[in-house]
């Protein structure tokens, strides 16, 4: 059944979505063209003005997508969970881990797609003469000299996982804040970006006190390892993961009110 | 063929309550398999709410609801077939891939029986959902729902929406389309329009059951209709 409710997820989510990231692409390729103009040498005004329209576009397109996939993402999660068409969804003969998975990793798959497109964007648009390669590798040496970690493939591949893992536990934060806004009478998506604001609070609290913990052992203790690593991202990201899975699971077996 | 008579419902002191207000209070209720069962009350006097739950779409504040002597789950799910009070239907797909995704997830699901029963309605498979009016996606709903062979079909105001001229096809459909095995609770307060296919009916006032009885044993014993004897009984 996970299949299943996959294929219908992915197939309710492509036709806005891929259109929607294809159309980074097409703007990538004319900010490509737009950037590389010789601004000195043009005397043209419309041709300078369509040029800089086109990096304007470009930079608002990006927003768009980024900012649009994911209010898409969080509304159709929404609607089709606990608008009308949960009740279709829940009277399904599947179970809830089923019904979260599905929905979980279709969405961390959109937002991993957009992120990946736009990071190779950029580096489309800022290429040197010699291509995206070196850029692309540049970027990725920085990426994981960053990450805190030494410069080697492990530290890489374990960066990326991190990054997943983080994006898959901000999918589950959404999907956590829905459910637990949706046991309210009246005011469901109000007490649902109440959680959101609440979660959020809470976990930069936490992080907040992390560091300021990490702090205090450093000045005691010359060359402690400090904490700005793909290592805390990851036990981050999973803890949190664990964690809102839990609650939106909870909710939805137990105290689901599709008043 | 011999009609099992078990309960195919029972409710047990099913109490439900939103902030302070009582919306069903200390329900017992059985309901046997191979009946056609009439839900039958006022607005807001907790039918829908009682259907929600044997559907798993709310949880009860006390009590219980078994079908078939589980508590609602996946395993009721493959035995309930609901239609509910809204249009639950995705609108961005045609009418046949609705189709499809009813056979994905439903092993009782009769495909033949289903665009048979479009045919006759006159409702193009490949239209888009969003391009049709509420009555035809209303009946699109009965369609999916009743093209299934399951043990307890709950439908929840299936002719409310729907023109009067369609209203005897539907019910037509509903009878000709279940088993004499399987059961159907039907809610509704068009009640004339459907008081030729009730074996029994279960009136419900604010939150409580006020009457359980056979259709023929109210005409009978009453010397009217149901649906004269509802008004009666819940005139304002």
């Not at chain 1, 609650?247 to 137990?254: H, L």
């Not at chain 2, 093209?147 to 001229?165: K, N, T």
Request: proline share 3%; with cysteine.
């Amino acid at each position: 059944m996970l299949g299943k409710l996959m294929k219908y997820e992915w197939q309710s989510t492509w036709k806005l979505l891929l259109p929607a990231n294809l159309l980074i692409v097409v703007m990538t390729f004319f900010a490509c063209i737009a950037i590389r103009l010789n601004f000195d040498d043009i005397r043209n005004e419309g041709i300078l003005f369509s040029a800089a329209m086109i990096l304007v576009t470009y930079v608002g397109s990006m927003f768009v997508v980024m900012i649009g996939t994911a209010v898409y993402l969080i509304y159709r999660f929404y609607t089709s969970t606990f608008g009308d068409q949960g009740y279709l969804l829940h009277t399904l003969p599947v179970d809830k881990h089923n019904i979260i998975i599905a929905k979980a990793v279709v969405s961390t798959a959109w937002v991993l797609f957009s992120s990946f497109l736009i990071y190779l964007s950029v580096l489309f648009i800022f290429a040197s003469e010699e291509g995206v390669i070196p850029e692309l590798m540049d970027s990725m040496e920085v990426f994981v000299v960053r990450a805190g970690g030494p410069s080697t493939l492990f530290a890489g591949v374990m960066t990326l996982i991190a990054f997943v893992v983080s994006i898959l536990a901000r999918v589950l934060k959404v999907a956590a804040c829905l459910s637990l806004g949706q046991l309210s009478a009246n005011h469901k998506l109000l007490m649902s970006f109440a959680f959101y604001f609440g979660i959020y609070l809470l976990q930069q609290i936490i992080s907040s006190f992390y560091y300021a913990f990490l702090g205090l052992v450093n000045r005691r203790l010359d060359g402690f390892y400090y904490g700005e690593t793909w290592e805390v991202t990851l036990i981050a990201g999973l803890v949190y993961t664990v964690l809102f899975y839990a609650v939106t699971w909870y909710t939805m077996e137990k105290k689901l009110n599709l008043e | 063929m011999e009609i099992n008579r078990a309960p195919i419902v029972q409710c047990r002191g099913l109490t439900k309550t939103y902030g302070g207000k009582t919306a069903l209070n200390h329900i017992n209720l059985n309901l046997e398999c191979g009946r056609i069962i009439g839900l039958l009350g006022p607005n807001g006097s907790g039918k829908t709410t009682l259907i929600k739950i044997m559907n798993g779409l709310l949880n009860p504040t006390a009590g219980e609801v078994l079908i078939g002597g589980a508590r609602p789950g996946v395993d009721t799910k493959y035995r309930i077939s609901y239609l509910p009070e809204r249009t639950y239907l995705y609108p961005g797909m045609r009418v046949e891939e609705m189709i499809r995704y009813f056979q994905d997830f439903y092993p009782d699901f009769r495909m033949d029986r289903a665009y048979d029963m479009l045919a006759r309605l006159q409702i193009a498979p490949r239209e888009r959902l969003k391009n049709l009016s509420k009555g035809t996606k209303e009946k699109v709903q009965l369609i999916l729902v009743m093209s299934r062979d399951s043990d307890l079909y709950i439908l929840d105001e299936p002719i409310a929406g729907v023109d009067p001229a369609s209203r005897d096809y539907i019910l037509h459909t509903i009878v000709q389309n279940y088993s004499r095995n399987a059961t159907i609770l039907l809610s509704t307060h068009l009640i004339a329009d459907v008081e030729s296919i009730l074996d029994e009916v279960v009136f419900i006032r604010y939150g409580s059951i006020v009457l359980q009885a056979g259709a023929e044993q109210i005409r009978r014993n009453e010397g009217k209709s149901v649906d004269r004897f509802f008004r009666e009984v819940f005139a304002c």
